[in-house]
């Protein structure tokens, strides 16, 4: 498609203003054969003295679509280039701060970051730049991938950013009540069974007796048995500490469940996304006893009770680290679709299979949507500092009452890193 008329949105006051004068005095007349509408206000003298034949001024107009549909390319920053980019045409991004330049493959990433020229650090342009581009575009040297524009700026949709939006200033309200406290226990658990198991090579259990003079012993002390859903919808706890049990294990159900129902409090279970696996097989090969996991009726019994928060755990138990950014993407967000679905219910934690998790884990599980990440004996000891890395203290059989008073005691995280200490 030729380029023949050219739009260029924005304000005529301060910076912008500035733009849209250089569009007029300096681009313009070189491009003879083409047509700039500058769209914007107020429309003062200046402006209109400065006109070339090839150049109108509309003033503030409200049909912004109206626009995109009369021109062949448009010049913009900030939201500009993102309706015009969903209208289908070729962009030219130069924002207050800095020249994008036209928008494609090799641009995208930094006109997004920048908000399309409006905020990033201040560099100065030379107008030469952008006859230089819009050269090559009008010559058809250079062509711009304007199919491919719908899907670049699909996560500025509102149904897309309004959750984003949501979970910044719900991230805002839970720090500022996990500030209050230096070390919030946070225990892990695996498997709940009613005799000690004949072998376990990882000792990833408790006794539902041992379990059950834990949370009888916290009761007594005063604290509040809590999930990180609750601290997500605002419960504020005087004195938390919370529960946690990986994997979704049958026993869960089966001896877990009770307990939280006999007692009246809360724990977090973290499920596998994927639902046809029904043991752990994981840890088979390596010695440890077959156990199964918990089925869809199971795991909806367990979040019915209202005493039980279900987490994402992935959704094959896969190590994170070791996955293509794509698999990386489907453990972490489809394992909260479909934990979603099928519990009719938001997913607020995930917690990293292994403990295993780097910078782009943790920033694939803030951006799938959660507001906790969870790792195993990794992260600051304050939780408040990164609710990325929610680390963890392990829970493991045979704990006696002391070491167990001692691992709750609010203070446990610091003692270990000061002696040095593995949690
Ligand atoms: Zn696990």
């Given at each position: 498609?030729?380029?023949?008329?050219?739009?260029?949105?924005?304000?005529l006051?301060?910076?912008?203003?500035?733009?849209?004068?250089?569009?007029?005095?300096?681009?313009a007349p070189?491009?003879?054969?083409?047509?700039?509408?500058?769209?914007?206000?107020?429309?003062t003298e200046?402006?209109q003295?400065?006109?070339?034949?090839?150049v109108?001024?509309?003033?503030?107009v409200?049909?912004?679509?109206k626009?995109?549909?009369?021109?062949d390319?448009?010049?913009g920053a900030?939201?500009?280039?993102?309706?015009?980019?969903?209208?289908?045409?070729?962009?030219?991004?130069v924002?207050?701060s800095?020249?994008?330049?036209?928008?494609?493959?090799?641009?995208?990433?930094?006109?997004?970051?920048?908000?399309?020229?409006d905020?990033?650090?201040?560099?100065?342009?030379?107008?030469?730049q952008?006859?230089?581009?819009?050269?090559?575009?009008?010559?058809?040297e250079?062509?711009?991938?304007?199919?491919?524009?719908?899907?670049?700026?699909?996560?500025?949709?509102?149904?897309?950013?309004?959750?984003k939006?949501m979970?910044?200033?719900?991230?805002?309200?839970?720090?500022s009540?996990?500030?209050r406290?230096?070390?919030?226990p946070?225990?892990?658990?695996?498997?709940?069974?009613?005799?000690?198991?004949?072998?376990?090579?990882?000792?990833?259990?408790v006794?539902?007796?041992?379990?059950?003079?834990?949370i009888?012993?916290?009761k007594?002390?005063?604290?509040?048995?809590?999930?990180?859903?609750?601290?997500?919808?605002?419960?504020?706890?005087?004195?938390?500490v919370?529960l946690?049990?990986?994997?979704?294990?049958?026993?869960?159900y089966?001896?877990?469940l009770?307990?939280?129902q006999?007692?009246?409090v809360?724990a977090?279970?973290?499920?596998?996304?994927?639902?046809?696996?029904?043991?752990?097989?994981?840890?088979?090969?390596?010695?440890?006893?077959?156990?199964?996991?918990?089925?869809?009726?199971?795991l909806?019994?367990?979040?019915?009770?209202?005493?039980?928060?279900?987490?994402?755990?992935?959704?094959?138990?896969?190590?994170?680290?070791?996955?293509?950014?794509?698999?990386?993407?489907?453990?972490v967000?489809?394992?909260k679709?479909?934990?979603?679905?099928?519990?009719?219910?938001?997913?607020?934690?995930?917690?990293y299979?292994y403990?295993?998790?780097?910078?782009?884990e943790?920033?694939?599980?803030?951006?799938?949507?959660?507001l906790?990440?969870?790792?195993t004996?990794t992260g600051?000891?304050?939780?408040?500092?990164d609710?990325?890395?929610?680390r963890?203290?392990?829970m493991?059989p045979?704990?006696i009452?002391?070491?167990?008073?001692?691992?709750?005691s609010?203070?446990?995280?610091?003692?270990?890193?000061?002696?040095?200490?593995?949690?």
């Amino acid at each position: 498609m030729a380029l023949i008329n050219i739009a260029w949105i924005g304000r005529l006051t301060g910076p912008k203003g500035e733009i849209a004068w250089r569009i007029i005095t300096e681009v313009a007349p070189h491009f003879p054969q083409l047509h700039f509408t500058i769209v914007g206000g107020p429309v003062t003298e200046r402006f209109q003295q400065a006109l070339g034949s090839n150049v109108t001024l509309t003033g503030f107009v409200d049909d912004v679509n109206k626009v995109f549909a009369e021109n062949d390319l448009v010049i913009g920053a900030g939201r500009v280039p993102v309706e015009a980019m969903r209208f289908g045409l070729p962009v030219i991004a130069v924002g207050e701060s800095c020249y994008i330049g036209p928008v494609d493959g090799s641009t995208i990433a930094v006109a997004k970051a920048s908000n399309f020229g409006d905020c990033d650090q201040l560099q100065p342009w030379q107008s030469q730049q952008l006859k230089d581009d819009l050269s090559a575009l009008v010559a058809g040297e250079r062509i711009l991938p304007t199919a491919e524009y719908g899907a670049y700026v699909d996560d500025y949709r509102i149904d897309n950013v309004y959750p984003k939006v949501m979970n910044v200033y719900r991230q805002a309200m839970i720090m500022s009540y996990l500030k209050r406290f230096k070390e919030i226990p946070i225990l892990m658990y695996h498997r709940v069974l009613r005799e000690k198991p004949e072998r376990s090579k990882y000792n990833i259990y408790v006794t539902v007796a041992e379990l059950e003079w834990q949370i009888e012993n916290l009761k007594q002390r005063g604290f509040e048995l809590i999930t990180f859903k609750d601290i997500a919808a605002g419960v504020r706890a005087k004195k938390p500490v919370i529960l946690s049990f990986d994997d979704g294990y049958e026993d869960n159900y089966q001896n877990l469940l009770p307990l939280l129902q006999k007692h009246q409090v809360k724990a977090v279970i973290y499920a596998l996304g994927d639902r046809s696996i029904r043991n752990n097989y994981w840890d088979m090969g390596e010695g440890e006893a077959e156990a199964s996991l918990m089925s869809d009726e199971q795991l909806l019994a367990c979040h019915r009770s209202g005493l039980v928060e279900i987490g994402a755990h992935g959704l094959t138990h896969s190590r994170l680290s070791q996955l293509d950014a794509e698999e990386l993407h489907r453990e972490v967000k489809q394992s909260k679709i479909v934990l979603e679905e099928l519990l009719e219910d938001e997913v607020v934690s995930f917690a990293y299979p292994y403990g295993d998790y780097g910078v782009r884990e943790t920033e694939q599980v803030r951006q799938a949507g959660y507001l906790f990440g969870v790792a195993t004996i990794t992260g600051p000891v304050n939780l408040a500092n990164d609710l990325m890395r929610v680390r963890r203290i392990t829970m493991f059989p045979d704990t006696i009452p002391a070491a167990f008073k001692k691992k709750t005691s609010g203070w446990y995280l610091r003692y270990c890193k000061l002696r040095g200490k593995d949690f």
